[in-house]
């Protein structure tokens, strides 16, 4: 089972930048299809970012230009650079991992931006 714990989330300021982190406990070498979710209270959690085992990468519309996602395979861990950061973007963000036929998430980590 692989358990995933995310990091770097907290309070910032319009404009301002936040990296968030996602470790895994296991490698995450041949995990082929990971990213991020954020969600906000009372809607559906929303895809901002993915990325595959070769490098591609997607975006949420919203996040395009500001947000970059990446991997790092020796260190199990992915990443999630926020820049130029909004109050819409505030949410708690959550990292998925797609192994097999099964979905792991991590707890979540709050980003609030202030206006």
């Known amino acids: 089972q692989v358990q995933l714990v995310e990091s770097g ?3 910032v300021q319009a ?3 936040l990296r968030l982190s996602c470790a895994s406990s296991g490698s995450i070498f041949t995990i082929n299809h990971m990213g991020w979710y ?3 209270p009372g809607n559906q959690r929303e895809l901002v ?3 595959t085992g070769e490098g591609s990468t ?3 519309d919203s996040v395009k230009g500001r947000f970059t996602i990446s991997r790092d395979n020796a260190k ?3 990443y999630l650079q926020m820049n130029s950061l909004k109050p819409e973007d505030t949410a708690v963000y959550y990292c998925y991992a797609d192994i ?3 979905t792991y998430w991590g707890q979540g980590t709050q980003v609030t931006v202030s206006s």
């Open 9 to 11: 989330g907290g309070l």
């Open 15 to 17: 404009g301002g930048s």
């Open 38 to 40: 954020r969600q906000t």
């Open 49 to 51: 970012a993915f990325i």
């Open 58 to 60: 997607k975006y949420a």
């Open 76 to 78: 199990n861990t992915m």
């Open 100 to 102: 097999v036929a099964y």
